[in-house]
T-cell receptor, first 113, second 113 residues
Framework: SQQGEEDPQALSIQEGENATMNCSYK?????LQWYRQNSGRGLVHLIL?????REKHSGRLRVTLDTSKKSSSLLITASRAADTASYFC?????????????FGKGTRLSVIA | EPEVTQTPSHQVTQMGQEVILRCVPI?????FYWYRQILGQKVEFLVS????????KSEIFDDQFSVERPDGSNFTLKIRSTKLEDSAMYFC???????????FGSGTRLTVV
């Protein structure tokens, strides 16, 4: 399975600090995506990084991808209380174009004001 | 920004009853998905749909589940005989291509009593 597994399961930080979440996966991928979910709501796409990319930025988000280690990290800089949510990684399989995204259990981020 | 719309937002049903969850994907998207999330747990893939047929389904998607795209806009998930363990948030999603970002709806909270 190419299912991503996030680490840590839960993270609590003070507003203004940086938050780092990690994701590991098992198979070869063509892309890795990060999503955010506010409590009881749908998932919102944050960023997509392709297998031939090593780093990508979007606003306060920075994603890295290490295909040799089959891992990715999501960094949120200067966190805000509004960043409190669950964050999920999901991977797209390299060899099976029909395989849908499979999500891990997520990291629950709490940003304390 | 285009949205995926799901109705109803909350449905309560008696065990053994049939329910139909409705979704309106983004109009130019080609791939459609149903996921579910039992409270506090991971987001689980149910089924993907492309070109008017199921392209992949998970072990969860057994004979009591069915999907349909009855017209050019709606995408429905039917559960024929609901069980208590079907209680969950059900999310619809769509994407332009398989490898692209998914857009999720806000979900239907199904409660089976």
């Amino acid at each position: 399975s190419q299912q991503g597994e996030e680490d840590p399961q839960a993270l609590s930080i003070q507003e203004g600090e940086n938050a780092t979440m990690n994701c590991s996966y098992k198979t070869s991928i063509n892309n890795l995506q990060w999503y955010r979910q506010n409590s009881g709501r749908g998932l919102v796409h944050l960023i997509l990084i392709r297998s031939n990319e090593r780093e990508k930025h979007s606003g306060r988000l920075r994603v890295t991808l290490d295909t040799s280690k089959k891992s990715s990290s999501l960094l949120i800089t200067a966190s805000r209380a509004a960043d409190t949510a669950s964050y999920f990684c999901a991977t797209g399989d390299l060899y099976s174009g029909n395989t849908p995204l499979v999500f891990g259990k997520g990291t629950r981020l709490s940003v304390i004001a | 920004e285009p949205e995926v719309t799901q109705t109803p937002s909350h449905q309560v049903t008696q065990m053994g009853q049939e329910v139909i969850l409705r979704c309106v994907p983004i109009s130019n998207h080609l791939y459609f998905y149903w996921y579910r999330q039992i409270l506090g747990q991971k987001v689980e893939f149910l089924v993907s749909f492309y070109n008017n047929e199921i392209s992949e389904k998970s072990e969860i998607f057994d004979d009591q589940f069915s999907v349909e795209r009855p017209d050019g806009s709606n995408f429905t998930l039917k559960i024929r005989s609901t069980k208590l363990e079907d209680s969950a948030m059900y999310f619809c999603a769509s994407s332009l291509i398989q490898e692209n970002r998914y857009t999720f709806g806000s979900g239907t909270r199904l409660t089976v009593v």
